[in-house]
């Protein structure tokens, strides 16, 4: 009996002597979080989208608060808010280049071919994985919407055509649509990148426009007309090098024949050059067939 009282009583000391070491070690270890935190973090839209290039909100808060981030590079505040922030922490707003999600494919049912119809879960990601879709141009746009529905800033809408366009002003660059999409057609960039490959076709010259009407033949005139390298050929597709992004011009989408190079206009509006061919056809291609 003696046996378990002391047993007792040692279990109730050692206890009690953890429980001060804990106590200790909290208030000891204990690190203080600067309530400016929580501030900065309830006047941020809570989008949690990582646009910022940070985990959420709360992490992009507390960067700003360190010093370590301008409150401008939250690209889904709006400006209010923004200075808001630069104003309460008395610093400068800062400010970071808009960038938007771009589609590599303009290839809408009128334009390009479907080889066979996808029956089952609609979603590009089943689709592609049965045969690759359907799709006549094995890397073009299935158009079944899956960018759209992750899109959390109601920034994607399908056109008549099936295909995703994006809305500049509600894009913030988050790159879910990037994620999302199987056949790796989105592209975050500036929007002072103006020149664009609307197309990501690795077939050639006869075969590609056999498939679309818009897709890249490979010509190469593009290339020819472009400054210093600025855009090439590369496995039957042509590549803008941006790190040139300032010698490039509207002239080089001039002779593309199928307008598979475009260029956005300051509204962000896409343009084709004089030589590209007029698309007239509005309604969708019959199953099969051939466009040439």
């Keep these: 009996m003696i046996d378990f009282i002391t ?39 809570n989008a949690n989208c990582g646009a910022c290039g940070k985990a959420g909100c709360r992490a992009f808060a507390e960067a700003v608060v360190a010093g370590e981030i301008a409150p401008g590079k939250c690209t889904v505040n709006t400006a209010e808010g923004t200075n808001l922030i630069a104003h309460y922490l008395g610093v400068d707003a800062g400010s970071v280049e808009k960038q938007v999600a771009r589609l590599a494919c303009a290839g809408g049912h009128h334009v390009s071919w479907m080889r066979a119809r996808y029956e089952g879960h609609k979603t590009c990601r089943g689709a592609a994985l049965v045969a690759g879709g359907g799709k006549g141009c094995s890397w073009g746009c299935l158009g079944l919407g899956d960018c759209m529905r992750v899109c959390s800033f109601g920034a994607i809408h399908m056109n008549e055509y099936g295909l995703p366009v994006v809305d500049v002003d509600k894009c913030t660059a988050c790159g879910d649509c990037v994620d999302i999409c199987p056949k790796e057609l989105f592209e975050i960039h500036p929007v002072d990148h103006r020149l664009w490959v609307a197309c990501k076709s690795l077939a050639q010259g006869e075969e590609a426009e056999a498939e679309c009407a818009v897709a890249c033949t490979a010509c190469g005139r593009c290339a020819a007309d472009a400054p210093a390298q600025s855009v090439e050929i590369v496995n039957g597709l042509a590549i803008v090098d941006y790190s040139k992004n300032y010698m490039l011009t509207k002239d080089i989408i001039q002779r593309c024949p199928t307008g598979a190079i475009v260029w956005y206009e300051h509204n962000q509006k896409s343009v084709k050059g004089m030589s590209a061919k007029r ?14």
């Excluded at 698309?279 to 040439?292: A, D, E, Y």
């Design 7 to 45: 047993a007792g009583v040692l279990m109730a000391g050692l206890g009690g002597l953890l429980s001060v070491v804990l106590i200790f070690a909290n208030k000891k270890l204990t690190i203080e979080e600067d309530p400016r935190i929580d501030q900065v973090e309830s006047m941020l839209p």
């Design 279 to 292: 698309i007239t056809r509005h309604s969708p291609l019959p199953l099969g067939g051939k466009l040439m």
